[in-house]
């Protein structure tokens, strides 16, 4: 319900905007100011709901994507709003925002990725990290500031950070889906 009155106020918001915007462009013939952009609405909104610095040009479209999921229920195999696992998440995600399939679990999406350092990381890249295991156990979607989007076991879908203790020790690589992919 939340969600519901912070997104019609967000849109309410647009609305007037465009509205003020185009009386005073018409009468004054003043060029529109970036305040007037929707997408820079959009991005200032999730930059303050999600504590991430989000430009203009930032992908909304991810944006708004992670917002309708977070609190979605951790669940293993799980893929619906009803209860998400990990590469569930990130497989979702990139299906619908970026048209790209990817593959079902964390280590087999990392072999379609192209291996990057913590400091080469670009919004909408992936991170892995390996959980009290020797090999690939989680998969989370970069959003920039050293913060990430995943499905959390313990707290469902969430945006948490690479610096948290418990994510900097178990942080393994990030990746980026190999180009010929992204074109297929």
Excluded at 1 to 17: A, D, P, R
Excluded at 153 to 180: A, H
């Amino acid at each position: 319900m939340k969600k519901i009155i912070i997104f019609t106020l967000l849109i309410s918001s647009v609305l007037v905007g465009k509205a003020q915007n185009s009386k005073t462009t018409s009468s004054n013939s003043v060029p529109k100011t970036e305040t007037s952009d929707p997408d820079n609405l959009a991005s200032q909104f999730f930059s303050q709901v999600m504590g991430v610095a989000i430009s203009a040009t930032s992908n909304t479209k991810m944006y708004q994507f992670i917002y309708d999921w977070i609190g979605t229920p951790y669940r293993f195999g799980g893929n619906t709003k009803k209860g998400i696992d990990c590469s569930g998440f990130a497989k979702t995600m990139y299906d619908k925002v970026f048209n790209t399939t990817l593959l079902r679990n964390s280590r087999d999406i990392f072999s379609m990725t192209n291996p990057l350092s913590k400091e080469e990381l670009k919004v909408g890249d992936l991170v892995f990290f390996k959980i009290k295991s020797r090999s690939i156990t989680h998969v989370g979607v970069y959003l920039g500031d050293n913060r990430f989007a995943h499905a959390s076991t313990s707290k469902g879908v969430v945006i948490s950070d690479l610096d948290e203790p418990y994510y900097s020790r178990y942080f393994y690589k990030g990746g980026r889906i190999v180009e010929s992919l992204n074109e297929e």
